[in-house]
DNA sequence: TTGTACGCGTTATCAT
DNA sequence: ATGATAACGCGTACAA
């Protein structure tokens, strides 16, 4: 029951394992004829050489390794699968690997790498901050996606790369709309602030907005999410909106860190027999697709979702071949003004 | 800038070579202070053993994959993270592979059984039937799961596994509800009639209860979806929601195959000024946690996924250690009844 | 242009 | 209990 291997396709066409290995490979110096002749027998037989095999000798892997932290966010998929499509154009093999909230990303991507050799590495969300000594030791080409991005640092010599839209001043340019309509009592539900995330940025970006406008910070009105499994989830802004309804401080608008958490604070406002945006404006972030099928539509900050993923992947390879260097990309990302905010009324009490 | 192996672990240590591979595997003949000993320069060192070679080498490879037809279903995140859950306590290495609708899912299974000795597979969504010739050449156990299943096919010979709900039978319980209401024009949203997929047996179930209570059956109230990327889609629902509506066809209620179908078919009631469900009841199947969130909460038929993926996962192993046979398991799902759905107003023209 | 032989890092078999 | 060594399947330098 042993599978074939290449001794047998030689054996078979009464070649050298040599003569076969140069035909799969698209050797040049080899006849044309006996080519033929070879994958005409590779193609019978259904014949796939063995990746281990492969991965061992060659020097080039010839794979890649999608680390992504936050599968149930649908913003994610997208991603994925416009990288892994790219990556296949470029005959590569791509690892795709969830990391659960309490793993490190890092330490997932070292253990990753010594396994199997990468040639590179993309990470889709997580912290953006990481240990530098550790990532040091991370053995081949990687960049960051989605986890912000840090205006300050692009003029930095970086040796990793960073494609991400600005989140704090998108997140700033949100709120600050949200101000324009008339709000004042804005509350905030975040991932939670522990950590070097984008819900920091975001968190930032929320406060910067209140200070250009002179509105005091009030942290009754910031709400972190329970330290679930996920942050990211339905149920996660639905309770965390709930506590807020029930909390004694009033406000007229909420920003949620992800559309997904507003989509389960839009549920929790609609329990309490409110209407958004009428009482409650609910804006949310990232821009998923289904925020435009709920009801209300989501006004949101839409990352450019397709764009990052191609540039990034593009970059990723291009450093891989050594034709360009590193960089820190930042998106632009677009306000979309939709029906779930509206001018502000009188904040409940 | 070589990675460190084996050898240089048993250098280090001043030990061969194959004590430290014993150190690594836990084998019992090995002396646990040399064993500790090894373990502690292997954690300062932060060795990990080389997939490659291990796979090579190794009779039993431990890993399996998950072939996915249908990433942007949130229907399957939930599954594929409880697969890869167990596989890990398993110390199996997991591969995650998505296959585009037009792949075949079997081909690729094919290709990774040979390129990766794969131990075990597990695929999820694609179609129920497929060509028993190449299904025999896999080379490894795998079970089918969430493609629908067969009654009639539980007392065959089986030498794969199969987990799912009786698609037909739930259908048909959904759209006996649908007419239990008083429907009677009801329209159908349905992935595409061509293929052996989950889509057909939901599209038989719908025509079993119209032929229950003796409804004709009018085909102008089956709409397929475009044959785009991805047949589940909001915007598949959306479009072919909206081509019934500007149909000459009238009807009062719309059945969706699948619950991101039925969001997108909502979006398009709206669009049109009408209500769901006052004018317009729209039911959808799967039972993913957005229907509880939208507006209106979704009717809809849940399926187990928890229960599917653990069940699922736990048979492909245990059919791997040959603790049991393959199994056909019909899973039970439930009829939710919420808000989207309710009693037949006058059907509109 | 083609074939032979070696080595990639690991595990397993056999001595010791 | 431990060490030397032969595989695993492939790519490639080198010889022919």
């Known amino acids: 029951m042993a599978e074939t291997t290449i001794k047998d396709i030689a054996k078979e066409c009464g070649v050298g394992v040599s ?3 140069r035909a799969l490979n698209n050797h040049p110096d ?12 590779i193609r019978e037989t259904g014949f ?3 990746n281990s095999a492969r991965n061992l000798k060659r020097s080039d892997a010839r794979s890649i390794a999608l680390i992504v932290k936050g599968i149930s966010n649908p913003f994610f998929s997208d991603m994925i699968r416009i990288m892994e499509n790219y990556a296949q154009t470029q005959r590569y093999t791509t690892i795709l690997r969830h990391v659960e909230p309490d793993e490190d990303e890092v330490n997932v991507a070292l253990q990753l790498v010594k396994e199997c050799r990468l040639r590179g590495i993309v990470f889709l969300g997580g912290n953006f901050t990481h240990d530098n000594k550790k990532l040091k030791l991370i053995n081949a080409p990687f960049i960051f996606t989605t986890i912000g991005s840090i205006a300050g640092d692009a003029h930095k010599k970086i040796w990793y790369s960073n494609i991400a839209v600005d989140d704090r001043a ?4 949100l709120v600050s709309y949200l101000i324009g309509l008339g709000h004042r009592n804005i509350a905030l539900i975040t991932e939670g602030l522990g950590e070097p995330s984008v819900g920091k940025l975001r968190y930032e970006g929320y406060r910067d907005a209140l200070e250009q406008h002179g509105i005091p910070f009030d942290e009754k009105l910031v709400m972190e999410v ?5 942050p990211y989830s339905m149920k996660n802004g639905y309770n965390a909106a709930k506590r807020l309804l029930n909390g004694e401080s009033k406000f007229t608008a909420i920003f949620c860190e992800a559309d997904i958490l507003a989509i389960g604070a839009c549920r929790a406002v609609f329990d309490k027999g409110l209407k958004v945006p009428h009482d409650i404006s609910v804006v949310g972030y990232d821009g998923i697709e289904m925020g435009n099928y709920y009801r209300p539509r989501l006004t949101t900050i839409k990352q450019p979702v397709e764009e990052m993923a191609e540039e990034g ?18 998106m632009p990302a677009e306000l979309l003004l939709r029906e779930s905010s509206s001018e502000a009324n009188e904040a409940r009490e």
């Open 19 to 21: 003569t076969v290995s």
């Open 226 to 230: 329970d330290q679930d499994r996920e």
């Open 313 to 330: 992947i593009e970059l990723l390879f291009s450093v891989i071949s050594g034709k360009s260097e590193h960089r820190n990309i930042i």
């Open 48 to 50: 796939v050489p063995n």
């Open 170 to 173: 998108e997140s700033c340019k």
């Open 30 to 41: 080899i006849n044309p004829e006996t080519r033929e002749k070879i994958m005409k027998v």
